[in-house]
């Protein structure tokens, strides 16, 4: 799996909601639960071209997609934040495999930090690392990101794993892995993991 | 209880919690007010966001029905009544400003016990709060059709001009007075911004005047609706009109079930300011064809085509075969408003199927990987410095102004940093544009260790830079500090000699570093110098300046350096 870059905190509403097809209505893009710029508060620039693509699937549907049909406002996706998840990363490293000339099979990873408007507990932090891992190939099935999984929970020690069915606006079909806690005598959430959408 | 876990969990929704109302009166008021309290169990369940057709008990109960194939799948129909007899809901131009869109239908001969009358309201709560966007987008009104007479008609007024008796109250009000009267209600409070400073309010009138709803704030007292209602009259008004036809079409759907003739439900004509009309609520069923190959291929399974159409029927999306048996035709039901592409079908496939039951299998992708070449160097910096004796520090990317501002000795305005407009604390205002405060905050926090305290932290800063996308980017700094008795200027120096031998950078003018005396002002006067390396200046390094140290609560005297390694990628 080769690393992604992922050196920059500031993010723009574009890359890490619109471009994954999180609605501009979303309760995630909230003032309670992102942290939202005050300076600079929104990004220069848009990729040309690929956003009012985006606009289009949002408003519109495409792709064979009925869409969300609400009028989608650029001055919303052009507000900056702190990124809420690596994800937004990942849509930028596949835009540009999308930009080659010949299409290659990849798999790509990265483990950095992401920032949630969040109060502090025992559980949670405004700040936190994550790590994600996608592969882009011909031919992917569901069965082939539940064998990726089970394999890289493994060298973790974790073997005992469920997946059960779950719900992200960028991925269709979307599982939540969970694996049994010895200490716990429970069934606890590991990871989150999807398809992505057409 | 293991039993519907289990089933839970194989549908998709989380079993949050196995308790009873004893229970959480207990957790919340203490054992003494539990008392008396049912103890039937009470199962807390999580629906995804995007299943508004499981928010209510009806629709849950019927979903998991379908899917354990115990009851067919009801048809919900609409009924057009008779040229004239239904109901109307005229709305006029003076909406547009401020609520645009309505839509209306009735629900005719319903019947009513406690457990649904609580259960029609806690959706319409439910929907409110997530669909709807706490009522900013749609807002939902339920009345009492025997108590007003149709045509109805939805206008905005000035507030002075709206007088009527909110829900539960006593006497009438002008909009202005609901404003003021709601003010502290702790939950109504949160929609007045809505419209109050529109110059218009929303209102739906009755042709008699009486004022069935000012939304999205309040339904009028007169429409109450009573365990005795027959006949309802629902209206959603709001600013999406997508998502108020979403939600009627769940509103009637989960209740039509009670009405006398089950699952149906009576349309309304709604009229439109420039006389077009149009009859609600929509009930569309809208069928997609899909391969049942793309099916089989995407999950990773090999069914036929009639046992994917019974996989796909059991989660309520009514399927059968078509063409020479290479076809499946979905029809997807109004209550899935979240299928909205093939994919979505897929996932039902699957979750029908059972997602445990899918065979592991590994991509047969062959790739070569690397890493990023700035964090393998960032990687064996952390080694080297670990090897020269110090130790590593994580800290937070976000900080107080002061932090990285007055504590240094600075003004804000001068660090360029990126701040954030809507911080939880003050300890999340701005994102560091220096590794420093985190490390002296870091020895603040282990006064009590013993001393010598060698920090190193390599970690990413933020600024600002108008020449990116996003108008701010990130520099990987490296950051070293030594607090001791003594400052100990020359064990911080000998790291950097150390650091650019690792890097091979060789310590002369012209292909190397070199260091030269400089002004910091987190620095002490005289012990200050300025790295250079790579035609540039990376850094500085030097004694902290004794106002930086007390300002961060320390006493002893520290050096520290500061360099950004990008240089050397």
Same mark, same amino acid.
């Given at each position: 799996?080769?690393?992604?870059?992922?050196?920059?905190?500031?993010?723009?509403? +574009?890359?890490?909601?619109?471009?994954?097809?999180?609605?501009?209505?979303?309760?995630?893009?909230?003032?309670?639960?992102?942290?939202?710029?005050?300076? #600079?508060?929104?990004?220069?620039?848009?990729?040309?071209?690929?956003?009012?693509?985006?606009?289009?699937?949002?408003?519109?549907?495409? $792709?064979?997609?009925?869409?969300?049909?609400?009028?989608?406002?650029?001055?919303?996706?052009?507000?900056?934040?702190?990124?809420?998840?690596?994800?937004?990363?990942?849509?930028?490293?596949?835009?540009?495999?999308?930009?080659?000339?010949?299409?290659?099979?990849?798999?790509? +990873?990265?483990?950095?930090?992401?920032?949630?408007?969040?109060?502090?507990? &025992?559980?949670?932090?405004?700040?936190?690392?994550?790590?994600?891992?996608?592969?882009?190939?011909?031919?992917?099935?569901?069965?082939?990101?539940?064998?990726?999984?089970?394999?890289?929970?493994?060298?973790?020690? =974790?073997?005992?794993?469920?997946?059960?069915?779950?719900?992200?606006?960028?991925?269709?079909?979307?599982?939540?892995? +969970?694996?049994?806690?010895?200490?716990?005598?429970?069934?606890?959430?590991?990871?989150?993991?999807?398809?992505?959408?057409? | 209880?293991?039993?519907?876990?289990?089933?839970?969990?194989?549908?998709?929704?989380?079993?949050?919690?196995?308790?009873?109302?004893?229970?959480?009166?207990?957790?919340?008021?203490?054992?003494?007010?539990?008392?008396?309290?049912?103890?039937?169990?009470?199962?807390?369940?999580?629906?995804?966001?995007?299943?508004?057709?499981?928010?209510?008990?009806?629709?849950?109960?019927?979903?998991?029905?379908?899917? /354990? *194939?115990?009851?067919?799948?009801?048809?919900?129909?609409?009924?057009?009544?008779?040229?004239?007899?239904?109901?109307?809901?005229?709305?006029?131009?003076?909406?547009?400003?401020?609520?645009?869109?309505?839509?209306?239908?009735?629900?005719?001969?319903?019947?009513?016990?406690?457990?649904?009358?609580?259960?029609?309201?806690?959706?319409?709560?439910?929907?409110?709060?997530?669909?709807?966007?706490?009522?900013?987008?749609?807002?939902?009104?339920?009345?009492?059709?025997?108590?007003?007479?149709?045509?109805?008609?939805?206008?905005?007024?000035?507030?002075?001009?709206?007088?009527?008796? #909110?829900?539960?109250?006593?006497?009438?009000?002008? &909009?202005?007075?609901?404003?003021?009267?709601?003010?502290?209600?702790?939950?109504?409070?949160?929609?007045?911004?809505?419209?109050?400073?529109?110059?218009? $309010?929303?209102?739906?009138?009755?042709?008699?005047?009486?004022?069935?709803?000012?939304?999205?704030?309040?339904?009028?007292?007169?429409?109450? =609706?009573?365990?005795?209602?027959?006949?309802?009259?629902?209206?959603?008004?709001?600013?999406?009109?997508?998502?108020?036809?979403?939600?009627?079409?769940?509103?009637?759907?989960?209740?039509? *079930?009670?009405?006398?003739?089950?699952?149906?439900?009576? &349309?309304?004509?709604?009229?439109?300011?420039?006389?077009?009309?149009?009859?609600?609520?929509?009930?569309?069923?809208?069928?997609?064809?899909?391969?049942?190959?793309? =099916?089989?291929?995407?999950?990773?399974?090999?069914?036929?085509?009639?046992?994917?159409?019974?996989?796909?029927?059991?989660?309520?999306?009514?399927?059968?075969?078509?063409?020479?048996?290479?076809?499946?035709?979905?029809?997807?039901?109004?209550?899935?408003?979240?299928?909205?592409?093939?994919?979505?079908?897929?996932?039902?496939?699957?979750?029908? $199927?059972?997602?445990?039951?899918?065979?592991?299998?590994?991509?047969?992708?062959?790739?070569?990987?690397?890493?990023?070449?700035?964090?393998?160097?960032?990687?064996?910096?952390?080694?080297?410095?670990?090897?020269?004796?110090?130790?590593?520090?994580?800290?937070?990317?976000?900080?107080?102004?002061?932090?990285?501002?007055?504590?240094?000795?600075?003004?804000?305005?001068?660090?360029?940093?990126?701040?954030?407009?809507?911080?939880?604390?003050?300890?999340?205002?701005?994102?560091?544009?220096?590794?420093?405060?985190?490390?002296? /905050?870091?020895?603040?926090?282990?006064?009590?260790? #013993?001393?010598?305290? /060698?920090? +190193?932290?390599?970690?990413?800063?933020?600024?600002?830079?108008?020449?990116?996308?996003?108008?701010?980017?990130?520099?990987?700094?490296?950051?070293?500090?030594?607090?001791?008795?003594?400052?100990?200027?020359?064990?911080?120096?000998?790291?950097?000699?150390?650091?650019?031998?690792?890097?091979?950078?060789?310590?002369?003018?012209?292909?190397?570093?070199?260091?030269?005396?400089?002004?910091?002002?987190?620095?002490?006067?005289?012990?200050?110098?300025?790295?250079?390396?790579?035609?540039?200046?990376?850094?500085?390094?030097?004694?902290?300046?004794?106002?930086?140290?007390?300002?961060? *609560?320390?006493?002893?005297?520290?050096?520290?350096?500061?360099?950004?390694?990008?240089?050397?990628?």
């Amino acid at each position: 799996f080769t690393e992604m870059p992922t050196d920059n905190f500031v993010e723009s509403s +574009f890359w890490n909601f619109d471009a994954l097809f999180q609605p501009q209505q979303h309760p995630a893009r909230d003032q309670h639960d992102t942290f939202f710029l005050l300076d #600079p508060a929104e990004a220069p620039q848009l990729p040309p071209g690929y956003w009012s693509k985006v606009k289009k699937v949002h408003s519109q549907g495409g $792709y064979s997609s009925q869409g969300y049909r609400y009028e989608w406002k650029v001055e919303e996706a052009k507000k900056n934040l702190l990124r809420t998840h690596t994800t937004s990363a990942s849509a930028r490293a596949l835009f540009q495999l999308a930009r080659q000339e010949k299409f290659s099979p990849v798999k790509y +990873f990265s483990i950095d930090r992401v920032f949630r408007n969040e109060s502090l507990d &025992a559980t949670h932090l405004a700040e936190f690392h994550q790590v994600e891992g996608l592969v882009a190939d011909r031919g992917l099935t569901l069965g082939h990101l539940m064998g990726v999984l089970r394999q890289f929970f493994s060298k973790l020690g =974790i073997s005992q794993l469920r997946f059960k069915p779950a719900y992200n606006p960028y991925t269709e079909p979307s599982m939540e892995v +969970f694996s049994y806690h010895e200490g716990l005598k429970k069934w606890v959430e590991v990871g989150n993991s999807g398809v992505f959408r057409p | 209880d293991e039993e519907f876990d289990e089933l839970c969990f194989e549908f998709g929704l989380e079993l949050d919690e196995i308790t009873s109302e004893k229970d959480i009166i207990s957790k919340e008021k203490g054992e003494e007010k539990a008392k008396g309290a049912s103890d039937v169990v009470l199962y807390k369940i999580d629906v995804p966001a995007n299943r508004y057709d499981l928010l209510c008990m009806e629709g849950l109960v019927r979903g998991l029905q379908v899917f /354990k *194939e115990r009851i067919n799948l009801p048809r919900y129909e609409k009924i057009i009544p008779a040229e004239g007899e239904g109901q109307r809901l005229i709305i006029t131009e003076q909406t547009a400003q401020v609520r645009p869109h309505a839509v209306a239908a009735v629900l005719r001969n319903i019947t009513f016990t406690k457990d649904r009358y609580d259960s029609f309201i806690d959706l319409q709560e439910k929907l409110h709060q997530n669909i709807c966007r706490k009522r900013a987008l749609v807002a939902i009104g339920t009345h009492d059709l025997d108590t007003i007479t149709g045509p109805f008609t939805y206008t905005a007024k000035a507030p002075s001009e709206i007088k009527f008796k #909110p829900l539960n109250q006593s006497q009438e009000y002008t &909009a202005s007075q609901i404003m003021d009267l709601y003010r502290t209600d702790s939950h109504l409070r949160h929609y007045l911004p809505l419209i109050e400073n529109k110059p218009r $309010y929303p209102v739906i009138y009755d042709s008699n005047g009486v004022v069935l709803s000012m939304p999205p704030i309040i339904n009028g007292d007169h429409t109450k =609706i009573t365990l005795n209602t027959r006949n309802v009259f629902i209206e959603c008004t709001g600013t999406d009109i997508t998502k108020a036809k979403i939600v009627l079409d769940i509103i009637v759907t989960m209740f039509s *079930e009670y009405c006398e003739k089950p699952f149906t439900v009576e &349309a309304v004509e709604v009229v439109y300011p420039n006389g077009k009309t149009h009859i609600y609520p929509e009930l569309a069923y809208r069928t997609e064809k899909v391969k049942p190959e793309y =099916i089989n291929k995407k999950v990773g399974i090999s069914e036929t085509p009639s046992s994917l159409a019974k996989l796909l029927t059991r989660m309520c999306l009514k399927s059968h075969v078509t063409g020479n048996g290479n076809h499946l035709e979905v029809e997807i039901p109004p209550t899935r408003a979240d299928i909205i592409h093939a994919c979505d079908i897929v996932e039902d496939a699957a979750i029908a $199927y059972g997602y445990n039951n899918i065979q592991m299998l590994i991509p047969k992708t062959y790739t070569i990987a690397n890493q990023l070449p700035l964090n393998k160097l960032a990687e064996l910096l952390r080694l080297d410095l670990a090897a020269a004796g110090f130790t590593e520090a994580l800290t937070f990317a976000l900080c107080s102004q002061e932090d990285i501002a007055d504590k240094l000795r600075t003004d804000i305005s001068a660090t360029n940093a990126v701040r954030i407009a809507n911080p939880k604390t003050a300890e999340f205002q701005v994102a560091r544009t220096t590794l420093i405060p985190g490390l002296l /905050k870091t020895i603040a926090a282990n006064r009590k260790m #013993p001393l010598p305290l /060698k920090l +190193f932290e390599i970690s990413d800063i933020v600024v600002k830079d108008p020449n990116t996308d996003v108008g701010a980017r990130n520099y990987r700094h490296l950051c070293a500090i030594y607090y001791n008795k003594s400052p100990g200027f020359e064990i911080i120096h000998g790291l950097l000699d150390r650091v650019m031998q690792v890097l091979e950078v060789p310590p002369n003018e012209e292909n190397g570093y070199t260091i030269k005396a400089a002004e910091g002002t987190a620095f002490f006067p005289g012990r200050c110098a300025e790295v250079f390396a790579k035609g540039q200046s990376i850094g500085k390094l030097g004694v902290v300046h004794p106002d930086v140290i007390t300002k961060f *609560e320390l006493t002893m005297p520290c050096s520290v350096l500061e360099i950004n390694i990008e240089p050397f990628v």
